[in-house]
T-cell receptor
Framework: DAGVIQSPRHEVTEMGQEVTLRCKPISGHNSLFWYRQTMMRGLELLIYFNNNVPIDDSGMPEDRFSAKMPNASFSTLKIQPSEPRDSAVYFC???????????????FGPGTRLTVL | TQLLEQSPQFLSIQEGENLTVYCNSSSVFSSLQWYRQEPGEGPVLLVTVVTGGEVKKLKRLTFQFGDARKDSSLHITAAQPGDTGLYLCAGARGSSNTGKLIFGQGTTLQVKP
């Protein structure tokens, strides 16, 4: 299995620009999570989906952030407009079906390091 | 509000020393996981503990879940430079298994040769 795939691995952009981060979860996994990691705040859950449906977006910082999951194999996290304080590493993780014993295990992608100048 | 508090936040030790990392909360968790993260990579699951008082061993790593399922510890015996990394605890809550985890702030471990 290829694991969770994220693109791009690195993104440098200027303040005010739109940024789109992409994630392909592990095939067969029904849950997908977007996290943001910074030195100051650690790993924060932004939003998660079950069966392509957003379940909890209470961690999304503000309206500038949006996430979609149009199908079981693809999700995007968009920031528009981006600001310097959005600079962080963004991780996508997926989890198996809730009917399986190890449903809570999350498998993380390599992350996207975002720098907003 | 940080529901899971990890301590210490940073730890720098010599190869061969023992160490313990703590993960504490006032909340009860249905299960608790420990992840290890290396620079430039995502966290990778080490272990899941489910039962209060449970102890699991993974080579030189020993994980314990508190009796009340509110806290956990990770003990490393004879640390090696390869153990260097960020250690994260994460708890699952609630009767409805949504898969959502709450992560601690992490403990950065440096093992010097």
């Amino acid at each position: 299995d290829a694991g969770v795939i994220q693109s791009p691995r690195h993104e440098v952009t200027e303040m005010g620009q739109e940024v789109t981060l992409r994630c392909k979860p592990i095939s067969g996994h029904n849950s997908l999570f977007w996290y943001r990691q910074t030195m100051m705040r650690g790993l924060e859950l932004l939003i998660y989906f079950n069966n392509n449906v957003p379940i909890d977006d209470s961690g999304m910082p503000e309206d500038r952030f949006s996430a979609k999951m149009p199908n079981a194999s693809f999700s995007t996290l968009k920031i528009q407009p981006s600001e310097p304080r959005d600079s962080a590493v963004y991780f996508c993780a997926s989890s198996p079906s809730l009917e399986r014993e190890n449903a809570d295990t999350q498998y993380f992608g390599p992350g996207t390091r975002l720098t907003v100048l | 509000t940080q529901l899971l508090e990890q301590s210490p936040q940073f730890l720098s030790i010599q190869e061969g020393e023992n160490l313990t990392v703590y993960c504490n909360s006032s909340s009860v968790f249905s299960s608790l996981q420990w992840y290890r993260q290396e620079p430039g990579e995502g966290p990778v699951l080490l272990v899941t503990v489910v039962t209060g008082g449970e102890v699991k061993k993974l080579k030189r790593l020993t994980f314990q879940f508190g009796d009340a399922r509110k806290d956990s510890s990770l003990h490393i015996t004879a640390a090696q430079p390869g153990d260097t990394g960020l250690y994260l605890c994460a708890g699952a809550r609630g009767s409805s298994n949504t898969g959502k985890l709450i992560f601690g702030q992490g403990t950065t471990l440096q093992v010097k040769p």
